[in-house]
Nanobody, 124 residues
């Protein structure tokens, strides 16, 4: 079992930055692919970014490319999402997720463990 705890959410003005963290416990962190997802009110959960277990491959949804950077530190069992030039449409609850097998995916149903989420609110 893997437990995931996100932190770093809050309120920010458009154009600002935030850094989310997701700390893992239990399991063997370095064997999991890690994903970031978000869910806005009334909308389905949406893929943001995912990294292979080594962190050597990271991919993003088009709407955040060039603004968001995902990374992971396997020694610290933590993944990060650096979000720059935030827009009001980025407002959502952000979740990290762990997937067995080590290969990242953009599909929520591929992930086995989820954090509780952290709210990010971007005001115009």
């Amino acid at each position: 079992q893997v437990q995931l705890v996100e932190s770093g959410g809050g309120s920010v003005q458009a154009g600002g930055s935030q850094r989310l963290s997701c700390a893992a416990s239990g399991g063997t962190f370095s064997t999991y692919a890690m994903g970031w997802f978000r869910q806005a009110p009334g909308k389905e959960r949406e893929f943001v970014a995912a990294s292979w277990r080594s962190g050597s491959t990271i991919f993003y949804t088009d709407s955040v490319k060039g603004r968001f950077t995902a990374s992971r530190d396997n020694a610290k069992k933590t993944v990060y999402l650096q979000m720059n030039n935030l827009k009001p449409e980025d407002t959502a609850v952000y979740y990290c997720a762990a997937k067995t097998g080590g290969v990242g995916s953009r599909w929520p149903y591929d992930y086995d463990y989820w954090g509780q989420g952290t709210q990010v609110t971007v005001s115009s």
